[in-house]
């Protein structure tokens, strides 16, 4: 059986998170468009930093694909700490937590990026999926 | 029976009372708001450019000029780019425009046509929206709906391929469409194994006569080869870093042991890219540099060689055989991509190019053991290389072209050119100025064994009386004329490649 971390553990790091990015945090809504299979999780990874952009996540969430209703998810982004944002959703269809590519570097699973933003021939900047924190909205992400 | 030009000639004059269709098609242009400049009236070969407008096409029992050859039956597959315009916005590359494949079916002297367009991800999400949504190669577009690789920006409109009972509609960028080759109805993307899910398969398949098919694709430095079985099986496949660029890799050739690219030296700006300008206008030819030629052993991928002549760009290329000690190919060389990329600019607004094109005929001689390259040239303007079928791979003599003889200001082909390579003889046929000639590919005659025994066949468009036809020469006398003319009702955008499969 897995060994999942003890609830306290979790707690602590949560608390941990939430004090590295100050005291302030709000909860928004975030409806994923486009999920075309029940197959697999959708991962949601959310950005603060440019420099962080794609590779060091200040928060993650996820949900089951099986969710979906019309081809949409709706998955609650809570803690969000406040400010400027941005994030990636990835349909992990097979489970293996990533987004898989082919040998060519393609990606062939679905994905999306907050304000829809999109890349040409590579993902898009950080400032063109950088959304503002408004606690209580709702953003949608279109999976391709 | 065969056609004398001027035969061929009083055909186009006697057509003109035709023309009533052609303007339609150019009424059609103006209802999809494209604009319309006055150089489509002044350089009519260039209508075609014009696009048609995603609806798809179907004519039965076509009127036949001449006779067509008993022994011709089956169907002619071709594909090229149709629709060249949405909305406002047009393309600015030929390449650019979504696939048409088309069916001429020849069955008991009877000749039928259809056109559809290939369904793809990107033609039906740009026909509901009415307007171009994806970036195309040569056409730079703010990306209006999710892209999630090359596949969302696949036009499938270079070539065809039969395999099995399946049709499939290449592209070089990304995964081939499947087709029902009776119905030409799009069944959706083709993934050869899985571990090949959205991997590029170039529009020029090499089909061996035992059937075995050779194919690669490459993209940002990568390069993929791979080898199907007859019945349509990934025999093998190998992806490798390609140890020169491969910015626009379009064609490779196959001889009995080996795999020869060419790479032309040509780097893609990433900066200008990311800056919006579209692929087409973010090649940068390297004159400086070589052209890489890449030879791999078809028993053993991993075994690579890399030689290399003086700057060269290309696109197609014949055929190659080997003997073990020297390794002969054949292949086009055309002027270098930026230079093309405007010409296609030019054509795309019905301009004639300033230039004229220049390219032709070129022949390389391989020593495989010492590695030195010769190569040869001949200065007729040609392109489209094709040879007979049942030789790729193996020794040949026999390479024809589309060929362009005076044309004076006119863009295009006017005739077809046949080079015996043993003897050094060629055989040449005009049709005149009136007539823009497509590549012919060369049809085996039932029952024959020699290379050559057969008929080339291939489109043309006739510029007066706005209407293409499909002509049809015994490949062994093009000088005589054409056997056959088969009419359209109405006229077809220029193709790339076709195949002709026999019934």
Redesign the interface.
């Known amino acids: 059986m897995k060994k999942l971390p003890s609830l306290p553990l979790v707690l602590a790091l949560s608390v941990g998170l939430m004090l590295a990015q100050g005291a302030r945090a709000a909860d928004m809504e975030l409806e994923v468009q ?1 999920v075309s299979e029940d197959q697999g999780q959708l991962l949601v990874s959310v950005f603060a930093e440019a420099k962080d952009w794609l590779r060091k996540p200040v928060l993650v969430f996820k949900a089951l694909a099986a969710e979906r209703k019309d081809g949409k998810v709706l998955i609650q982004l809570r803690n969000l700490p406040e400010g400027n944002l941005a994030l990636n959703v990835t349909h992990d269809v097979n489970g293996n937590g990533r987004l898989d590519m ?7 699973e ?3 990026f907050s304000n ?1 933003a ?5 993902p898009p900047a950080f400032d063109k999926a950088q959304f503002t924190v408004k606690p209580g909205t709702r953003i949608v992400v ?3 | 029976m065969r056609m004398q030009r001027r035969e061929l000639l009083k055909a186009g004059l006697s057509g003109l009372a035709g023309a009533g269709l052609g303007l339609n098609g150019l009424q059609e242009a103006w209802a999809l708001g494209a604009p319309l400049s006055n150089s489509f009236s002044s350089a009519p070969e260039l209508a075609p450019f014009l696009g048609l407008n995603g609806q798809d096409l179907a004519a039965q029992d076509l009127p036949i000029e001449g006779r067509l050859p008993a022994g011709l039956s089956g169907v002619y597959y071709k594909n090229g780019p149709a629709l060249m315009a949405r909305g406002e916005q047009r393309y600015q590359h030929w390449f650019d425009g979504d696939g048409l494949v088309q069916a001429w079916r020849f069955d008991a002297g009877r000749v039928s046509h259809q056109a559809r367009f290939v369904q793809t991800a990107k033609f039906k999400a740009e026909s509901a929206a009415g307007r171009f949504l994806v ?1 195309a190669f040569g056409t730079a577009i703010e ?1 209006r ?6 596949d ?1 920006m696949n036009v499938a409109n270079t070539s065809v391929l039969l395999l099995q009972d399946k049709l499939y509609a290449l592209w070089e960028g990304g995964s081939a469409h499947e087709m029902d080759p009776r119905t030409l109805a799009t069944r959706g993307l083709k993934t050869w194994a899985p ?6 398969f170039s529009a020029h398949p090499k089909v061996e006569a035992d059937g075995t098919v050779w194919n690669f ?1 490459t ?2 430095g ?1 390069m ?1 080869i791979y080898q199907i079985s007859a019945q349509g099986q990934v025999l093998r496949s190998e ?1 490798f870093d390609s140890p020169a660029p491969t910015a626009f890799v379009h064609d490779f050739v196959v001889s009995q042991n080996y795999l020869v690219f060419l790479l032309p030296p040509m780097h893609l700006d ?1 900066e200008a ?2 800056a ?1 300008a579209s ?1 087409a206008g973010s090649l940068r030819w390297q004159a400086a540099e070589s052209t890489k030629v890449l030879v791999v052993d078809k028993a053993d991928f991993s075994r690579r060689r890399m030689l290399e002549i003086p700057a060269c760009m290309l696109f197609h290329f014949g055929n190659a055989w080997d003997d073990g000690l020297t390794l002969r190919l054949d292949f086009v060389q055309s002027r270098e991509m930026p230079l093309v990329t405007q010409e296609f600019a030019q054509l795309m607004r019905g301009e004639r190019p300033g230039h004229k094109q220049a390219s032709r005929p070129r022949f390389m001689q391989i020593d495989l053991g010492s590695g030195r390259i010769e190569l040869q040239a001949r200065d007729e303007a040609v392109e489209f290389p094709v040879v007979d079928p049942r030789v790729v791979a193996q020794r040949y003599r026999h390479v024809y072209y589309p060929l362009a003889l005076d044309t004076g200001e006119r863009w295009g082909f006017n005739g077809l050119l046949h080079l015996d390579l043993e003897s050094g003889r060629r055989q040449r046929f005009c049709f005149g100025n009136q007539v823009v000639v497509e590549e012919h590919v060369m049809v085996p005659k039932p029952g024959s064994s020699r290379e050559g025994e057969g008929w080339l066949l291939g489109l043309c468009y006739d510029t007066q009386r706005q209407r293409s036809f499909a002509s049809v020469f015994d490949a062994q006398a093009i000088g005589d004329g054409p056997q056959a003319l088969v009419w359209l009702p109405y006229w077809v955008t220029y193709g790339f490649h076709g195949k002709f499969y026999a019934a």
Request: aromatic letters at 4%; zero cysteines.
């Open positions: 486009g082919n040998a060519m570097g393609m990606p062939t679905p994905y999306g829809n999109a890349g040409v021939f590579g279109q999976l391709n | 970036p990306p709906m999710p892209i999630r690789g090359a969302s571990d090949l899910l959205g991997m590029p694709g993209m940002a990568r993929a992806v990433v890219l990311r919006g692929m």
